[in-house]
Nanobody, 118 residues
Framework: QVQPVESGGGLVRPGGSLRLSCAAS????????MGWYRQAPGKQRELVAR???????NYADSVKGRFTISRDNAKNTVYLQMNSLKPEDTAVYYC????????????WGQGTQVTVSS
């Protein structure tokens, strides 16, 4: 069992940058693929970026080239560096841990609000 906790959200002007962090408790962090999801009001939750236990990454087309996901297993932390932010990036961002051996075991953080507005 892991417990992800997100931080780093806030209000940013268009074109600005923000770095989100997700700290996950537990001693088996390296066994989990980690994903960042977001949900805007009235919209479905969508995958933004994912990093596997082996550090392979993939991104939604809407953020490719602007966002970067990374992980530090020694710190049990995954990051999402967001650059060139747009108003349509406004959403609650959630961190999710997925056991690499049992894919149905997923653990969600509480979310952190990102607002991009001038």
């Amino acid at each position: 069992q892991v417990q992800p906790v997100e931080s780093g959200g806030g209000l940013v002007r268009p074109g600005g940058s923000l770095r989100l962090s997700c700290a996950a408790s537990g001693s088996l962090f390296s066994m989990y693929a980690m994903g960042w999801y977001r949900q805007a009001p009235g919209k479905q939750r969508e995958l933004v970026a994912r990093i596997s236990a082996g550090s392979n990454t993939n991104y939604a087309d809407s953020v490719k080239g602007r966002f970067t996901i990374s992980r530090d297993n020694a710190k049990n932390t995954v990051y999402l560096q967001m650059n060139s932010l747009k108003p349509e990036d406004t959403a609650v961002y959630y961190c999710c841990a997925e056991n690499q051996f049992i894919a149905t075991l997923k653990y969600w953080g509480q979310g952190t609000q990102v607002t991009v507005s001038s």
